[in-house]
T-cell receptor, first 111, second 110 residues
Framework: DVKVTQSSRYLVKRTGEKVFLECVQDMDHENMFWYRQDPGLGLRLIYFSYDVKMKEKGDIPEGYSVSREKKERFSLILESASTNQTSMYLC??????????FGPGTRLTVL | SQKIEQNSEALNIQEGKTATLTCNYTNYSPAYLQWYRQDPGRGPVFLLLIRENEKEKRKERLKVTFDTTLKQSLFHITASQPADSATYLCARGGYSTLTFGKGTMLLVSP
């Protein structure tokens, strides 16, 4: 089975802090994705990566950056956390770019 | 933009009945549609992918149809069980452009 793990299930940070969300997959997938999920808005793509050191902006990249130094690891960085970044963050990987295998999610609260 | 719509109202059914969830899309037909299950506070779990040229696909108690004329996919769970209670998401599109619907909550009563 594909396993995607995320570093924290719950995280509380203060406005202005730099926040790192880590994601690791164990299936050697080329493609990795970061989404956020908010009530009434559904899943929205923040960034994705189709190879090591490669990254592409998704629909809502503002206020975020990513890093992919190793194939199995994809990090999401909030440069200066704001209250409107309070959300559920979901990482996913994919072997083909079609189906997504999601991690358990990180519920981030920014105070 | 490529929209995908699911019924926002929860679907309540009795155990043993067939649940049918609807996903409608706009504009051109996507190459494929996908269905996911999501439990509260958890990440979505991939269930099925159906391609444009496949009218129907089955996996155990699950069946998905793809009607390009109606611009619609139907998701069926036969012999539903309380454990099937969850939110089901439909998604359309390709690589980075995979667009998710907001999901329909299914509640199966014993």
């Amino acid at each position: 089975d594909v396993k995607v793990t995320q570093s924290s299930r719950y995280l509380v940070k203060r406005t202005g802090e730099k926040v790192f969300l880590e994601c690791v997959q164990d299936m050697d997938h080329e493609n990795m994705f970061w989404y956020r999920q908010d009530p009434g808005l559904g899943l929205r793509l923040i960034y994705f990566s189709y190879d090591v050191k490669m990254k592409e902006k998704g629909d809502i990249p503002e206020g975020y950056s990513v890093s992919r130094e190793k194939k199995e690891r994809f990090s999401l960085i909030l440069e200066s956390a704001s209250t409107n970044q309070t959300s559920m963050y979901l990482c996913a990987s994919s072997p083909t770019g079609q189906e997504r295998f999601f991690g358990p999610g990180t519920r981030l609260t920014v105070l | 933009s490529q929209k995908i719509e699911q019924n926002s109202e929860a679907l309540n059914i009795q155990e043993g009945k067939t649940a049918t969830l609807t996903c409608n899309y706009t504009n051109y037909s996507p190459a494929y549609l996908q269905w996911y299950r999501q439990d509260p506070g958890r990440g979505p779990v991939f269930l099925l992918l159906i391609r444009e040229n496949e009218k129907e696909k089955r996996k155990e108690r699950l069946k998905v149809t793809f009607d390009t004329t109606l611009k619609q996919s139907l998701f069926h769970i036969t012999a539903s069980q309380p454990a099937d209670s969850a939110t089901y998401l439909c998604a359309r599109g390709g690589y980075s452009t995979l667009t998710f619907g907001k999901g329909t909550m299914l509640l199966v009563s014993p």
